[in-house]
Structure formats: structure tokens, C-alpha cells
């Protein structure tokens, strides 16, 4: 029974060496280059539990327009060398698409425009057009894709900042879109197909 014990003790030390688990914001200040693999890569994870309010569905009407996105985390996913080759470090993070529908819930409701597409001419869809995370309470930050734009070498990213008002009930949350580095340096002004300043309302 005490060999047992000691057998299991040690599994349980070597799984909790090995995840590391560290707060998500922690990802952001720590030195995570290395000449060799880590033994033991860190898992920023979640801790507080900030990406929650912003999962599920959101919505913004605009006359008979209805602008929806989802959002939804994902858990312990690794992130590799510049190679591909190892595994630096485990991270959560938040993902997303968006869509656009004319009429939405009517008989003759129409799709406009999707971020759930095949990317360019591949048969591969878009897992995600949305990448974005959340180190204080009820501010989300990260970027976007508008892949529903013309603009010629990618798709138009912008960069995204999602805060939940607070009291709001139900539970709405200001949706800003800015303008990033491609988009300032073009010498053609392309323009967002996607909402840029709205107010968005948790479904």
C-alpha cells in the first residue's frame, strides 16, 4: 500500500512540475526565448477567469441588418518555436467569427457576408478570424481579420478592443475596431466591410 502511494505521489509532483500553470497575464512579461526546449513549458492559463464574460453569442441590429459574433475559448494550446519543431509554452485564448444577416430570424432572412469561409482558394475554412484575450476584468484586446474586404495581399486586420459596460442588463458590451499598421501604410483606402464602433448585446 505504501509503494502505492509513493508511486502515486510522485506521478501527481512530475504532472504538476510539468504544466506550470501561471497566470494568463504573466504570459506577457515573462522571457519565453530559449536556445533549447523547456523541460517544463508554462501553461498561461485563465486563473481568474476574465475570458468568461465575453464567450458565447453577441448581437447588434441596425435597421434590418443584424451583426452577430461568436466568441468561445479554447484551453492549453501550444505554442511552438519559430521551427514548429517544439512546444515554448502552453496559453488559453479566445477566438472568434462574425456574420452578417439581412432580416435575421424571418422566412426570408439572407446571409450578407461570413467570416466562416474557405481561406482565399484553398477547400480549408478560417478556424478563426478573432484573437483576443483578457488580463483585467471585462476589457478583451486583441485583433481581426475582415476577410470580406478587397484589400489585395490579406485580409484587412484591424485591431479589436471589447469592453462589457458596466450594470448593463442585459449585458452589453462596446465593440471598437482600429485601424492597424497594413491598413495606415496602404495607399489605398480600405475601408472595413464590418462594424467598427457599435454597441454589441450577450444573446
Known amino acids: 500500500m505504501k509503494k502505492i ?10 504532472f504538476v512540475c510539468a504544466q506550470q500553470v501561471t497566470d494568463y497575464k504573466n504570459r506577457f512579461t515573462d522571457n519565453k526565448s530559449f536556445d533549447f526546449p523547456p523541460a517544463n513549458p508554462k501553461y498561461y492559463k485563465d486563473i481568474n477567469h476574465y475570458f468568461d464574460p ?11 441588418k443584424t451583426f452577430i459574433v461568436t466568441l468561445w475559448k479554447e484551453t492549453m494550446r501550444s505554442v511552438k ?27 426570408n ?3 450578407l457576408y461570413t467570416s466562416e469561409i474557405n ?11 478573432i484573437y483576443a484575450d483578457a488580463t483585467e476584468p471585462n476589457v478583451l484586446d ?12 490579406w485580409p484587412l486586420r484591424g485591431f479589436l478592443k471589447m469592453t462589457i459596460n458596466a450594470g448593463s442588463s442585459p449585458v ?5 475596431v482600429i ?25
Open 119 to 129: 481561406v482565399t482558394v484553398t477547400s480549408t475554412q478560417w478556424p478563426s478570424i
Open 109 to 111: 432572412q439572407q446571409l
Open 81 to 107: 518555436d519559430i521551427e514548429n519543431l517544439y512546444t515554448v509554452y502552453y496559453t488559453d485564448n479566445i477566438y472568434g467569427h462574425y456574420k452578417m444577416i439581412q432580416d435575421y430570424g424571418m422566412s
Open 142 to 153: 486583441g485583433h481581426l481579420y475582415d476577410i470580406n474586404t478587397n484589400y489585395p495581399e
Open 172 to 176: 452589453t458590451a462596446h465593440w471598437k
Open 54 to 64: 465575453f464567450l458565447g453569442t453577441w448581437k447588434y441590429n441596425n435597421g434590418n
Open 5 to 14: 502511494l509513493f508511486a502515486l505521489l510522485i506521478i501527481s509532483t512530475h
Open 179 to 203: 485601424d492597424s499598421e497594413e491598413k495606415l501604410s496602404a495607399t489605398t483606402n480600405y475601408n472595413f466591410v464590418i462594424p467598427k464602433d457599435i454597441t454589441l448585446t450577450k444573446q
